[in-house]
């Protein structure tokens, strides 16, 4: 199927951008602008579903809805939406069998129904942390070491920031590469596939049928591993253009 390119008087496309998910274990999750579903396939074939509200804090406090701050808050109820509907993956499938440890049973009753919303934000705080340090830290300091032993003269800001952002790139695509070989891994990225493929065939308003969602594109514009990229190819631009400090 064509897509029409949209004119100036065309109505826009309603469905357009208000989808979105993630994979998890043997499933995907999809989030509407009022619920979101998390579809699991089981090992006997059957595909059990656990459909919730989708309501956000900035609904209740319209304040946390201002510029900046409502970024943070969609990532942290993105981290705890993420957290829950993997944990429910798990739980379908039967991974979660162990009895709680002391630990958890403590965390339980000191957090009560917080523990989701508290372990979204130590896994935000120690992913940053992980961030700061592979994409930041250290491409620096191994530019850092190059730049000591030679001379690049009135050339090494620009080599700097391509050095460095190439650098960038090559983690990120080493890191994906290398958790790639793992067969639970390697399944989930084949869901985060069939969730783009999803997508695009409900924006493009043909019925979700497997039919349909086979034949459409696995690669989506919105994705937030392409965005990762995207920024990084950027960032490499725009140090060209700063002098250092």
């Keep these: 199927m064509v897509k029409k390119t949209c004119k100036k008087n065309d109505p826009p496309n309603p ?7 993630q994979a998890v274990m043997e499933g995907i999750m999809m989030r509407g602008k009022k619920q979101y579903t998390t579809a699991v396939r089981l090992s006997n074939g059957t595909i059990v579903r656990d459909t919730h509200s989708n309501k956000s ?4 406090h319209k304040w946390l809805g201002k510029p900046v701050l409502r970024g943070v808050v969609n990532f942290i109820e993105m981290l705890k939406l993420s957290f829950s509907t993997l944990t429910y993956s798990a739980e379908a499938l039967g991974l979660e069998t162990e009895d709680e440890s002391k630990f958890e049973k403590w965390l339980k009753k000191v957090f009560g129904e917080s523990l989701i919303m508290v372990a979204a934000i130590i896994g935000m705080i120690l992913g940053v942390i992980l961030a700061l340090g592979l994409f930041m830290y250290m491409p620096a300091l191994v530019s850092g070491w190059i730049t000591d032993w030679i001379d690049f003269g009135k050339a090494e800001q620009v080599f700097r920031s391509v050095f460095e952002g190439v650098l960038k790139i ?5 890191y994906t590469a ?5 067969p639970d891994i390697k399944r989930t990225f084949a869901y985060h596939g069939a969730e783009h ?3 695009f065939c409900y924006e493009s308003g043909e019925e979700l049928t497997v039919e349909n969602i086979r034949k459409q594109k696995r690669l989506h514009p919105r994705c937030g591993s392409s965005f990762m990229i995207v920024m990084m190819f950027l960032g490499i631009v725009i140090g060209m253009l700063i002098p250092s400090m």
């Design 15 to 21: 469905r357009l951008g208000c989808v979105g998910g």
């Design 57 to 60: 804090i900035k609904e209740k």
């Design 170 to 174: 090559a983690i990120f695509i080493l």
């Design 178 to 182: 290398l958790i790639a070989l793992l």
């Design 197 to 199: 493929k999803t997508i």
